[in-house]
């Protein structure tokens, strides 16, 4: 075999070999980028057992999800907004409203129109959110901040500056949301599932889905394909409200009593929530059972820091370095690598 051919064949088996060690180095940079907050996550796992073996115990985790259920509610609705390319961060202050207005209005009037009427007033503040975002075009983040404080003003007017209890206690059915168990299972695990479920077929098994998907991934070829993006807009607050009102409901049933400002700082989290599970902040990319496992996510690594010892509002640094994480971890899914030299 003469030496040029020989150099050819060697060209040919470097050639071949390059782009198989910079498929693989892609191919970790994809998989870090992707699926870096489960390793992350897992890593917390292990490292949580470790320290407390109470922490995978039954009762322990049976008791996560239970909390995580009004979260994770909350977190349902905001998906669909932040799947339209919005955002919401009025719901923390919303729940407070809707957790405040049934309470009082269940001694009022009683339960069964008090549940209703909270749905409907609540619902009314996600259809004027969606009205300025969707109908007027004004900036999602704008608008939310400043509902945020708006109707936690709205709160304080309605109650007097005053929390809120059921007189009655003991006679009262209202406590089934949020205290009762239905074939060994909490009614608030089981309301979380249901809602997820329905809303989950709804997101990915109807042409309504379909159009959230396509105003949040690009509103503009969205509209010139004939999709109302105000309409799908105006309709995901809504919906939004919706969830934040059964939050709401879920919330009053379980303690039959609540502070004015319950749902304080809630926003962060539900948002950490979302984006944990996969959501894109620039819309068009998440679901809803990814959601699901972003709320148990942020439910078990909070959990996990109470057991090893940290306090409560070590909470809030963690669910600070979490959204960090999880933002960083979206852009480079996006980009296809973990650091880029341009922005």
Request: hydrophobic share 50%.
């Amino acid at each position: 075999m003469s030496e040029l051919t020989q150099e050819k064949i060697g060209l040919k088996s470097r050639r071949r070999e390059q782009p198989v060690g910079r498929f693989s180095n892609l191919k970790l940079g994809e998989i870090l980028a992707r699926q870096g907050i489960l390793i992350a996550f897992a890593l917390f796992l292990i490292g949580f057992t470790i320290a407390n073996d109470r922490f995978l115990a039954p009762d322990n985790i049976m008791g996560v999800v239970r909390s995580s259920a009004i979260l994770g509610v909350m977190a349902l609705g905001v998906t669909f907004v932040v799947l339209s390319g919005n955002l919401d961060l009025s719901v923390g202050s919303m729940m407070s409203f809707s957790t405040i207005v049934v309470l009082d209005l269940h001694d009022k009037i009683g339960p069964v129109l008090a549940i209703p009427a909270m749905f409907a007033m609540t619902m009314c503040l996600g259809a004027l959110i969606g009205f300025l975002v969707g109908y007027l075009r004004l900036n999602s983040l704008i608008v939310t901040l400043g509902m945020l404080s708006a109707i936690h003003g709205l709160t304080l007017t309605y109650s007097g500056g005053k929390n809120m209890d059921i007189a009655d206690k003991e006679g009262t059915w209202f406590s089934v949301f949020g205290q009762s168990d239905l074939v060994g299972i909490p009614v608030p695990i089981l309301i979380f599932a249901l809602l997820a479920s329905t809303l989950g077929i709804l997101l990915a098994k109807t042409p309504y889905g379909r159009k959230v998907y396509a105003v949040g991934g690009n509103g503009l070829a969205a509209t010139f394909s004939g999709i109302n993006r105000s309409r799908v807009v105006f309709t995901c607050y809504v919906l939004s409200s919706f969830c934040v009102a059964t939050a709401g409901l879920l919330q009053a049933s379980r303690s039959l009593g609540s502070q004015n400002t319950v749902g304080q700082g809630l926003e962060l989290e539900v948002l950490a929530a979302v984006i944990l599970g996969g959501a894109s902040l620039m819309g068009g990319s998440g679901t809803i059972f990814k959601t699901v496992i972003g709320v148990l996510i942020l439910g078990f690594i909070q959990n996990g820091l109470l057991l090893v010892g940290l306090q409560f509002y070590a909470q809030y640094i963690v669910t600070w370095i979490i959204i960090i994480l999880a933002v960083w971890l979206d852009i480079a899914a996006k980009r296809g690598k973990l650091w880029s030299p341009i922005a």
